[in-house]
């Protein structure tokens, strides 16, 4: 390490109780995509505490903050950091006013952009810097609360649900040159390089509709929506096997609605998928034959049915060179006397996604992991287990990697940037978006007047 980066370490040590007080607040104060307001708030009060002059309220609830005042401004770095949790109120340390819960890891890896935000923001790391970081604190990385997600959509105040692709639809990413991205995880190693595949998917609303009756009385009286969501159910399960093995074809869902009473015919169901491949092409089969199954579910019984699709996120693109990135997770587990992660290159798709897939389309992206986390993400267990790892290695690797692309004339960022091919450009990821919005709709059959015998 060079002077700079060990002036780098120090600065986040210094600064060491501040950094974890803030993941601690954040970690207590988990708020849903799209309605992180609190949580903007508390980065946006951080930054401007840095003299950074923040953009607040980009796409929706997102935060973009630039450090100014670089010897050159040609090359831009985002430092990315995440604002929202997921809906587990059985979490111990979920927030009790939104029922989320950060068992996703957001909460560290937004504290250490703020933590590689103070140390960038030292002038005497500063004045080595050939580029500008921007840091940005992005909604809505997890893909749930979909009727939600709907209405924001239908009222225009979105596009997409993933917050990345609306930073990229809005012009946020615009003069961007590259992303560096972290997840947290568990394990007992501090820190690894991340740049494996993962699957993409779409994302599905299936609302049934039938006509309510007495359920024992007079049930030819009635179509039964949860009948014909029982049937397109059933129907979608005898489409797995077409699924080849090779796509990583995951398609999954819940009933987030499913009638009033046990003994009222059901007149208003609906349920929530995600369809996933490691492919477009797998994911535009898939959605095909979910889509063919639901509509089978209403045609079945007489009921309507109305199937809405968004884009979810598009497969993660690995990063070609990785070099740099791996070299400087290296020094800094030197420097902290942490333990790399040994399977940090298994290349195997991932069957989950993330909206850093659609970054890695557009933009070149570099990603790294840190622990510190125990239990099993996506699950009430998950926890913090060892705030150093958790938060100070994270801001470490955040500050150290961005200093690295940026010093000397930014070669770095440079080099990767100019090597990079992009499997989209803006406007076609745009177009590709675009594509992928579709709404079904069938009919309810009225049920024929029965004569009397």
């Given at each position: 390490?060079?002077?700079?980066?060990?002036?780098?370490?120090?600065?986040?040590?210094?600064?060491?109780?501040?950094?974890?007080?803030?993941?601690?607040?954040?970690?207590?104060?988990?708020?849903?995509?799209?309605?992180?307001?609190?949580?903007a708030?508390?980065?946006?009060?951080?930054?401007?505490?840095?003299?950074?002059?923040?953009?607040?309220?980009v796409?929706?609830?997102?935060?973009?903050?630039?450090?100014?005042?670089?010897?050159?401004?040609?090359?831009?770095?985002?430092?990315?950091?995440?604002?929202?949790?997921?809906?587990?109120?059985?979490?111990?340390?979920?927030?009790?006013?939104?029922?989320?819960?950060?068992?996703?890891?957001?909460?560290?890896?937004?504290?250490?952009?703020?933590?590689?935000?103070?140390?960038?923001?030292?002038?005497?790391?500063?004045?080595?810097?050939?580029?500008?970081?921007?840091?940005?604190?992005?909604?809505?990385?997890?893909?749930?609360?979909?009727?939600?997600?709907?209405?924001?959509?239908?009222?225009?105040?979105?596009?997409?649900?993933?917050?990345?692709?609306?930073?990229?639809?809005?012009?946020?990413?615009?003069?961007?040159?590259?992303?560096?991205?972290?997840?947290?995880?568990?394990?007992?190693?501090?820190?690894?390089?991340?740049?494996?595949?993962?699957?993409?998917?779409?994302?599905?609303?299936?609302?049934?509709?039938?006509?309510?009756?007495?359920?024992?009385?007079?049930?030819?009286?009635?179509?039964?929506?949860?009948?014909?969501?029982?049937?397109?159910?059933?129907?979608?399960?005898?489409?797995?096997?077409?699924?080849?093995?090779e796509?990583?074809?995951?398609v999954?869902?819940?009933?987030?609605?499913?009638?009033d009473?046990?003994?009222?015919?059901?007149?208003?169901?609906?349920?929530?998928?995600?369809?996933?491949?490691?492919?477009?092409?797998?994911?535009?089969?898939?959605?095909?034959?979910?889509?063919?199954?639901?509509?089978?579910?209403?045609?079945?019984?007489?009921?309507?049915?109305?199937?809405?699709?968004?884009?979810?996120?598009?497969?993660?693109?690995?990063l070609?060179?990785?070099?740099?990135?791996?070299?400087?997770?290296?020094?800094?587990?030197?420097?902290?006397?942490?333990?790399?992660?040994?399977?940090?290159?298994?290349?195997?798709?991932?069957?989950?996604?993330?909206?850093?897939?659609?970054?890695?389309?557009?933009?070149?992206?570099?990603?790294f992991?840190?622990g510190?986390?125990?239990?099993?993400?996506?699950?009430?267990?998950?926890?913090?287990?060892?705030?150093?790892?958790?938060?100070?290695?994270?801001?470490?690797?955040?500050?150290?990697?961005?200093y690295?692309?940026?010093?000397?004339?930014?070669?770095?960022?440079?080099?990767?940037?100019?090597?990079?091919?992009?499997?989209?450009?803006?406007?076609?990821?745009?177009?590709?978006?675009?594509?992928?919005?579709?709404?079904?709709?069938?009919?309810?059959?009225?049920?024929?007047?029965?004569?009397?015998?």
């Open positions: 390490m060079d002077k700079v980066e060990r002036r780098i370490l120090e600065i986040i040590d210094a600064h060491a109780e501040e950094i974890k007080a803030f993941g601690r607040d954040i970690f207590a104060h988990a708020e849903l995509g799209y309605k992180e307001f609190r949580t708030e508390k980065f946006t009060e951080a930054v401007k505490k840095l003299g950074l002059d923040p953009k607040t309220g796409a929706v609830t997102g935060v973009t903050a630039e450090l100014e005042g670089t010897r050159d401004k040609k090359v831009r770095v985002s430092v990315m950091g995440e604002l929202d949790a997921l809906p587990i109120p059985n979490a111990s340390h979920s927030n009790p006013e939104t029922g989320a819960a950060h068992c996703c890891g957001h909460h560290a890896q937004l504290t250490g952009v703020l933590g590689a935000a103070i140390a960038l923001c030292d002038p005497e790391v500063k004045a080595e810097l050939d580029g500008i970081p921007v840091f940005m604190a992005v909604p809505a990385e997890e893909c749930v609360d979909l009727e939600f997600k709907e209405k924001l959509a239908e009222e225009g105040k979105i596009r997409y649900f993933g917050g990345k692709c609306e930073f990229i639809r809005v012009g946020a990413m615009d003069g961007i040159d590259l992303v560096v991205g972290h997840h947290s995880s568990t394990g007992d190693w501090e820190a690894g390089l991340a740049n494996s595949p993962s699957t993409g998917f779409v994302s599905k609303t299936v609302k049934y509709k039938g006509k309510s009756s007495h359920a024992a009385g007079a049930p030819h009286k009635g179509v039964d929506a949860l009948n014909a969501a029982a049937l397109g159910m059933h129907a979608l399960e005898l489409q797995r096997e077409s699924f080849r093995d796509d990583t074809v995951r999954h869902g819940m009933m987030s609605r499913g009638g009473a046990v003994n009222v015919i059901a007149d208003d169901v609906a349920l929530q998928y995600l369809v996933r491949a490691a492919n477009i092409p797998a994911i535009k089969d898939a959605n095909y034959k979910v889509n063919r199954a639901m509509q089978a579910g209403a045609i079945g019984t007489g009921a309507g049915v109305e199937i809405s699709t968004a884009p979810g996120y598009l497969p993660t693109v690995p070609h060179d990785t070099e740099m990135l791996e070299n400087a997770i290296d020094d800094v587990l030197e420097a902290v006397g942490g333990r790399r992660n040994p399977n940090d290159h298994d290349m195997s798709v991932g069957g989950g996604s993330t909206d850093y897939g659609d970054i890695s389309y557009v933009y070149p992206l570099l990603q992991n840190t510190g986390m125990s239990g099993t993400g996506h699950n009430p267990n998950y926890d913090v287990c060892c705030e150093d790892t958790a938060y100070l290695t994270t801001a470490k690797l955040f500050a150290v990697i961005t690295r692309l940026l010093k000397d004339g930014a070669k770095e960022a440079i080099k990767i940037r100019d090597t990079f091919k992009p499997k989209m450009t803006k406007e076609e990821y745009l177009e590709y978006m675009e594509s992928m919005i579709e709404k079904i709709v069938v009919e309810m059959k009225e049920p024929p007047k029965m004569e009397k015998a």
